[in-house]
């Protein structure tokens, strides 16, 4: 007889408890899909999902099937257990009033027991409503007072670190897509606009964060995030804008520039904040990871979905955090162009919420700083999931962003200078940690750790001398030449900014030119299409405007705007003449460009006219030690597991008397119909 002993069966019962049980809903960047129990919502996208108490999940609305089969708006509202994993339908008193079905409205649960309901539209149009339900009273009540700004959808609401606010932006409207900022007092019920010197473009279906709220002394001081969304052209977006408000300093936006620069172009996705870092995932139809945004350093890393077991591309899906995990509801399911009824739940790595290296290496041995991907991940002698190349669990990285010059940054032993870094909206030129082979975060095309690498700027030099290296510029209005590229110089603003030899001898009166044709045919201006631009004609290049940037920039001639995001394979794209095809370490989508490259942005493999065969996915060395702990637990479960059947099978069929023969045909006919 087959024999196994108790720590046989023990070995195998641990194993598969671990893999089962601990192994899965420990994992970091781990999906699990939810098994609801009971009567659960139907399939919906649009809705809106909130936690309440860091227990239950709050759905309310969206669009979807109905008893009846047809697809339409709804207004059921339920509550998810996210212990007992079951839902439960809220019904309001009998002879209340309940708030009109919608979808692509905000949903909001200020103070524990009341959840803000603002805008939405459905089949009859856009909804000018504002609604809030009291969990107390269980009763929905309608805020009658007129609306001050247009009815929308798509739109955003937050609530501030203090809770007595509400901050709105952007969305669309029956008639246009907006960028219009307000902030509704709980206390008061009054909405304020909030204006500022410069603002987004106009945009719908974006994200926003309220940040920065651990500790915050003044109730009154406001930080955001945004990211994304649709513009009012129909194209994509992947920018990233920061807001910032207090009793002591003037609301105000301004665009970020981060690196590297192959986020993928969104819209209908979702994002959270976690200490300084923004988590965001969805709304694109060819990528699948989670992308974390560094708010303080400005830098994105992404990590491709730890298993196979992860929700189809969505959009339009419900998500609310609670802790260390995202629950995420429905949806539109992009790849196969249906409606998801599924509840995934993400887990994330704790570590996660040190944002820089001095708070993360204080965590050691948990945390480590994997300084190669500007990360805190767990693990201690290298981390435990995935690999890092540059690895720091006791000691940090030098700081050399505070390094503003090329001669200061080499003389340090461990900085060297970029003259040509991707990021976005264009390339950058900085100070960083590396080696002699680079920088040990992101990409760089032209390197140097040596002092004799740096260009000689000299500073009293005229307007052509100065322009006779590339790595230099000439500052008009300072008379002074210093090192930068076409977008400005390395250290400091200049106004007039010039890196064309061309422009020395006669420098541009652009704003003169009030149409594109005219601005476009003086070689020294270019056109910019963008809404918030006050002076469309600048001084510029190929590249773009010598101060500032331009998501729609003409030079030499004027083209119309394309929507080169709604082509989904390389052949489509390149076929329009407006657009090429960029395919960056596997992370494909079509951009507005030409032949010389992108509109916005950088990209390393572009296709123009013609397809070319992408770069080879780099291949991260080594399995990593959590890859090896999942093999091993793996192989020992089915092991252990096997032969401990195998055993409790024979002395079961033993005991009948049965023969080894007929033992194993039965095993074999069993085995089979599995």
């Known amino acids: 007889r087959l024999r196994t002993s108790p720590f046989a069966q023990m070995r195998a019962f641990l194993c598969a408890l671990f893999l089962t049980i601990g192994l899965v809903s420990a994992l970091p960047n781990m999906w699990t899909l939810v098994e609801q129990k009971g009567v659960s919502p139907s399939a919906r996208y649009g809705h809106s999902w909130e936690i309440k108490d860091d227990t239950y999940g709050v759905l309310f609305g969206g669009f979807g099937p109905t008893a009846d089969g047809s697809l339409d708006d709804l207004n059921d509202l339920w509550l998810f257990d996210t212990v007992n994993k079951n839902w439960t339908v809220i019904k309001a008193k009998p002879g209340s009033v309940v708030p009109p079905p919608r979808r ?7 103070g524990k027991t009341k959840m803000y309901c603002l805008g939405g539209k459905n089949l009859d149009g856009v909804l000018a409503d504002f609604w809030y339900f009291d969990f107390d009273q269980m009763q929905w009540f309608q805020i009658n007072d007129p609306l001050p700004f247009q009815p929308r959808y798509g739109h955003t609401v937050n609530a501030d670190c203090a809770e007595s606010r509400m901050i709105m932006f952007g969305g669309a409207t029956a008639a246009a897509t907006v960028n219009d900022m307000w902030a509704y007092s709980i206390a008061d019920n009054a909405w304020i606009e909030i204006l500022t010197p410069s603002r ?51 609301a105000s936006w301004s665009e970020n520039s981060y690196r590297p620069d192959d986020v993928p172009l969104r819209h209908g996705h979702f994002a959270f904040d976690i200490g300084n870092i923004m988590l965001t995932w969805g709304g694109s139809v060819s ?26 591309q969505l959009r339009f899906m419900g998500a609310e955090i609670s802790f260390n995990q995202i629950y995420v509801f429905g949806g539109y399911d992009l790849l196969h162009d249906s409606i998801s009824d599924e509840l995934w ?32 991940l767990s693990g201690d002698g290298e981390p435990l999931y995935e ?12 700081d050399c962003s505070s390094l503003l010059t090329c001669d200061d940054c080499t003389a340090s032993v461990n900085c060297g200078w970029c003259f040509n870094t991707p990021s976005y909206p264009h390339p950058t030129e900085a100070c960083f940690p590396g080696t002699r082979d680079g920088p040990i975060f992101g990409d760089c095309f032209e390197w140097t750790k040596e002092p004799e690498g740096c260009p000689e700027c000299p500073r009293n030099a005229d307007c052509g001398d100065c322009l006779s290296s590339p790595y230099c510029g000439y500052c008009p209005s300072q008379k002074t030449c210093m090192m930068g590229n076409a977008h400005g110089p390395a250290n400091g603003t200049c106004p007039d900014w010039i890196q064309d030899a061309r422009q020395c001898a006669a420098p541009p009166s652009c704003a003169s030119h009030t149409t594109c044709d005219d601005c476009a045919a003086d070689a020294h201006c270019g056109f910019c299409d963008d809404d918030e631009v006050d002076i469309r004609c600048q001084s510029g290049n190929s590249t773009g405007p010598v101060t500032g940037s331009c998501r729609n920039w003409n030079f030499g001639k004027c083209t119309p705007l394309a929507q080169c995001d709604t082509h989904r394979t390389c052949d489509k794209c390149t076929a329009d003449s407006r657009c090429g095809w960029c395919n960056d370490l596997g992370v494909a989508r079509c951009m507005d460009g030409d032949k010389v490259g992108p509109a916005t942005a950088t990209c390393h493999n572009w296709s123009y006219e013609t397809c070319v065969s992408p770069f080879p996915t780099p ?36 005991r009948r008397t049965l023969s080894y023969s007929t033992l194993s045909a039965s095993q074999g006919s069993g085995y089979g119909t599995r």
């Not at 692509?104 to 200020?110: K, P």
């Open 287 to 312: 990528d699948l990871s989670t992308y974390w945004y560094n708010e303080d350093e400005h830098t994105w890393y992404s990590r491709e979905p730890f298993a196979t077991n992860h929700p189809a």
């Open 104 to 110: 692509w409205h905000t949903c909001n649960i200020v």
């Open 345 to 376: 739940v993400y887990t994330f790595d704790e570590c996660l919420f040190q944002t820089d290296c001095a708070t993360c290496t204080k965590r050691s041995p948990t945390c480590g700083w994997c300084a190669s991907k500007q990360a805190c």
């Open 200 to 250: 987004p473009p106009a945009r719908v279906f974006h994200s926003v964060v309220m940040t920065a709220c651990e500790g915050m002394p003044d109730p009154f001081d406001i930080h955001l995030t945004l990211h994304g969304g649709q513009l009012k052209t129909g194209s994509n977006s992947m920018d990233v804008w920061s807001f910032h408000m207090s009793s002591a300093i003037r």
């Open 619 to 654: 291949i991260h060395p080594g399995l990593g030690a959590g890859w090896i702990v999942f093999i091993v637990l793996m192989v020992c479960a089915i092991t252990g597991g096997g032969v401990a059947f195998y055993f409790l099978y024979w002395r079961q069929r033993s």
């Open 387 to 398: 690999s890092c190349p540059v690895w720091r669990s006791k000691t940090c990285p030098d």
